[in-house]
């Protein structure tokens, strides 16, 4: 059983078109997290969840926009979609909030717009 | 807040030598370090963490770290390494209230 499961893998759109990646964790953990990874390979947080709750923003356009249904799920919806956002987008999960909890990883999102 | 350096971007290795990825860190406040493995197309999985304890720390695949606190490193070494170890490997710190953040990472090629 996949722990942490992202879709779709692949997504192939048009500047200014919205999209959604939807993902799912079965490890019954609290916290979750999306996670950009640019083409050099540097990972950076975007969003974090505790139990719903929205707790990390960084300084993402609100083009974005994270949903949380219940704490298994993290969405991610994007608006206006732009060349930029070309990248690999990671969800992620840990047990909890506290900085000694390890993240587990989905296998990724590859967007490219065009 | 934390920052993660890794000296370098990609280290080639031949099939059974030893190899040691390098990594430093710069926080104020007392640190909890991590080391990440991502094969091609997949997501990261940890290889190994130093909470508290022990400065050696030993993980999955053959690999162990040693935490320097007085040279602000958490290098990641493996005595001989396989073919199936190329990927990109990441070390990561968190601390205090920020999350975890990530260094750029270091591309791991084997060489047979």
């Known amino acids: 059983d996949t722990a942490v499961s992202q879709t779709p893998k692949y997504l192939v759109t048009q500047m200014g078109n919205d999209k959604s990646i939807k993902c799912e964790q079965n490890?019954?953990?609290?916290?979750m997290y999306w996670y950009k990874q640019d083409s050099k390979k540097f990972l950076k947080i975007m969003f974090s969840?505790?139990?719903?709750?929205?707790?990390i923003n960084e300084t993402v356009p609100n083009r974005f926009s994270p949903k949380s249904p219940d704490k298994a799920h993290l969405n991610l919806h994007i608006n206006s979609l732009e060349l930029g956002d070309s990248a690999v987008y990671f969800c992620?999960?840990?047990?909890?909030?506290?900085?000694?909890?390890?993240?587990?990883f989905g296998n990724g999102t590859r967007l490219t717009v065009t | 807040a934390q920052s993660v350096t890794q000296l370098d971007s990609q280290v080639p290795v031949f099939e059974e030598a030893p190899v040691e990825l390098r990594c430093n860190y710069s926080s104020s406040v007392s640190v909890y370090l991590f080391w990440y493995v991502q094969y091609p197309n997949q997501g990261l999985q940890l290889l190994l963490k130093?909470?508290?304890?022990?400065?050696l720390v030993k993980g999955i695949n053959g690999f162990e770290a040693e935490f320097n606190k007085s040279q602000t490193s958490f290098h990641l070494r493996k005595p001989s390494v396989h073919i199936s170890d190329t990927a990109e490997y990441f070390c990561?710190?968190?601390?205090?209230?920020?999350?975890?953040?990530f260094g750029k990472g270091t591309r791991l090629s084997v060489i047979a």
């Open positions: 969840y505790n139990n719903k709750e929205l707790i």
């Open positions: 992620a999960s840990s047990q909890d909030l506290a900085r000694i909890s390890p993240l587990h």
């Open positions: 490890l019954g953990h609290d916290t």
């Open positions: 990561a710190v968190s601390g205090g209230n920020t999350p975890l953040v």
């Open positions: 130093y909470l508290s304890g022990s400065t």
